[in-house]
């Protein structure tokens, strides 16, 4: 098992986890204690896991060696991924398909068969695996077994079974009678691969089938709305070549169907009728499985991993009126406030691979019927009650400044300032639920704490969007992290002093940058003095005035300090002082602690301190020396010196 999301910023080796099973085989976790899971395996076999004492118990219903022997010799034909299922409305009950279906109501200690033999039971087919040369009875090459079994989630024991020698069959009894519902047409020996009952209507079932074994790769996908009486064929739009092998319903918007096949993925708004490609950034491999989890879908493929397409909400919302809009803001889902950052998996571990992280934020999409021109930014606006307190936005800043200062202007943008990339279509936007940025000094290197802005409370929020001449809005909530045991009253305390800080580091850096601008002035006021010939009398104030200023600016930070690892060498000032608490106060969903409230009233104290001298400063000396340097009449330009005099 792995999770779809972890602190940090990435998945893995370290989040993986075995569960019991095998390399094959269907994996059930018990829906009233998550940490029990059943986990199958070729040969019959299936595990019962308990992750608190991390045992493995196989719990297999006839514990018979498959290896060496016939199929036919088997009391049990089981695939080698044989079908697992927990009902959905009764948790206590399990199922094990071999070519009967096996229910326990125990947790596997005793099993009872509720089905006769529902394949086609050829024997033909049920001899010993291999050869010429020698043979390879593993118990994996086993035929006329069920592939494919489905609960309904509208009704108790109203249960459905493939056969991977093409047959459905269908009970409505919990297993006392059984009927083969075989679609009309279906070819000979195909391989039912999954069935999906409709999370919307209780006789509505898919089915999706594969022949690609026999050499045929058409699709083969048929729907019932009648438990099997008759079906139809859906397979308009996908391509022979694209075999399916499964389908599946949103269980919001009915009609809205997903079918994984072997070549991609296809998607159908109209409950089958049509299909077209839904391929997105999905690499072109064959997809194994889809399930629909919290509003999110999930790919299951063969060799290239688990990919999930977060919130399905632009898909459920579509329609034709969408299509013929100019702009349409879909209305962000509940999304909640992300735990506060954790070591990642490549500090846990060393994994060969890494899984992207589930997105640290909310999503925001909209559609764009064209392009937008040039000069026609894409603005999104978040409001927290009628107040902006982020913006993100297309438009692209000049840069300025000589090439040190364009470069880090680049660099700012890598993080909060980098524009969107809009385009005529679907777009999406992820708030990573910070506010705005404070304000840094040019140069500004930070090695300790956190300078990021602070994530926002749980609670209601707005989006406004503004594209190609409208304004659209939608409200959304943040929601409390459930796994965190904080507070709403905890977490707000820690977003107010997070915020301060934020607001205290920019006052710090914008006293900072202007001390610099008023030292520069000075010193160039006195030496353009002193050029002129006008006297050094000027230029004497200026070099006190500018070192009492530089050692005003020594208080609140440090210029030395220019790259990671140098507040090891120089001492760091007020500026990293408040970004080292903020990374204290931050590093979990917690209120502030005593100790980080007391630091924080003592800095905000010292920067108070800092600041009134310095506006004692420009009302006292700096405004002095600005009176006599304006009785010099200084010229604004200098005139140039005179070339070859």
Avoid: C
Avoid at 215 to 225: I, R
Avoid at 240 to 260: H, I, K, N, S, Y
């Amino acid at each position: 098992a792995i999770p779809s999301g972890v602190p940090g910023d990435g998945i893995g080796a370290a989040d993986w986890h075995a569960v019991g099973g095998g390399e094959s085989g269907w994996i059930a976790p018990l829906p009233t204690n998550p940490d029990i899971v059943f986990a199958g395996g070729y040969g019959g076999e299936i595990s019962r896991y308990d992750n608190r004492t991390r045992e493995t118990w196989n719990v297999m219903a006839w514990p018979q060696l498959a290896d060496g022997r016939a199929t036919r010799d088997l009391k049990y034909r089981f695939q080698w991924n044989a079908p697992i299922v927990i009902p959905p409305n009764d948790p206590q009950t399990l199922y094990h398909a071999a070519q009967v279906l096996l229910r326990s109501r125990d947790q596997g200690t005793t099993w009872e068969v509720i089905s006769p033999d529902l394949t086609r039971n050829d024997p033909s087919k049920q001899g010993r695996s291999g050869g010429p040369v020698s043979k390879d009875v593993t118990g994996v090459e086993v035929y006329d077994t069920i592939f494919a079994l489905a609960e309904s989630p509208h009704e108790n024991g109203v249960i459905w079974a493939g056969t991977d020698d093409g047959l459905v069959q269908l009970t409505r009894d919990g297993g006392k009678s059984w009927q083969n519902v075989t679609p009309e047409g279906f070819p000979a020996w195909v391989q039912v691969n999954s069935i999906e009952v409709s999370p919307h209507d209780k006789a509505t079932a898919y089915v999706a089938a594969t022949r690609y074994k026999l050499d045929d790769d058409k699709p083969y996908l048929y729907k019932t709305d009648d438990y099997g009486k008759s079906w139809t064929k859906i397979t308009n739009g996908i391509p022979d070549g694209a075999f399916t092998r499964v389908v599946r319903e949103d269980p919001v918007r009915r009609g809205l169907l997903f079918a994984g096949t072997e070549t991609g993925l296809y998607v159908s708004f109209d409950d089958g009728a049509s299909w077209r490609p839904f391929q997105r950034n999905l690499p072109v491999v064959p997809i194994a499985d889809l399930a629909v989890k919290d509003g999110d879908l999930v790919v299951a493929t063969q060799g290239r991993s688990f990919w999930i397409l977060d919130d399905l909400t632009p898909l459920r919302l579509w329609d034709d009126r969408v299509a013929a809009s100019d702009v349409h803001l879909f209305p962000p889902r509940p999304t909640p406030r992300f735990m506060a950052e954790a070591p990642s998996a490549q500090e846990r571990a060393l994994p060969r691979a890494v899984g992207t992280n589930m997105p640290a934020g909310v999503i925001i999409d909209f559609w764009l019927k064209s392009e937008p021109g040039k000069g026609e930014p894409v603005t999104v606006e978040i409001l927290s009650q009628g107040k902006v307190i982020r913006t993100l936005t297309s438009a692209k800043k000049e840069l300025t400044g000589d090439l040190e200062e364009r470069a880090r202007e680049q660099e700012l943008r890598k993080g909060q300032d980098k524009p969107l990339e809009i385009k005529a279509g679907l777009n999406r936007v992820v708030w990573d639920m910070r506010v705005l940025e404070p304000t840094l000094a040019p140069k500004a290197v930070f090695n300790e704490g956190s300078k990021a802005p602070p994530k926002v409370a749980p609670g209601t929020y707005e989006v406004r969007l503004t594209a190609a001449g409208k304004v659209q809005t939608a409200t959304f909530e943040v929601t409390p992290n459930p796994t965190s045991p904080a507070t709403a009253a905890d977490l707000k305390a820690q977003f107010d002093l997070l915020e301060a800080i934020r607001d205290d580091l920019s006052a710090t850096h914008e006293t900072v940058m202007a001390i610099r601008d008023v030292r520069a002035q000075v010193l160039d006021l006195g030496g353009r003095a002193h050029r002129l010939g006008l006297g050094d009398a000027l230029e004497k104030r200026a070099a006190p005035l500018a070192q009492e200023l530089t050692a005003l600016e020594l208080e609140l930070t440090n210029p030395q300090i220019k790259a990671d690892e140098d507040d090891l060498n120089y001492e760091p000032k007020l500026d990293h002082d408040f970004t080292y608490l903020a990374g204290v106060v931050a590093s979990a969903d917690r209120g502030p602690t005593a100790g980080a409230l007391g630091v924080y009233r003592e800095l905000k104290g010292k920067l108070d301190a800092a600041r009134g001298r310095f506006q004692a400063l420009l009302a006292g000396d700096v405004a002095a020396f600005s009176r006599a340097a304006e009785a010099m009449k200084l010229p604004l330009i200098a005139p140039a010196p005179k070339i070859g005099s």
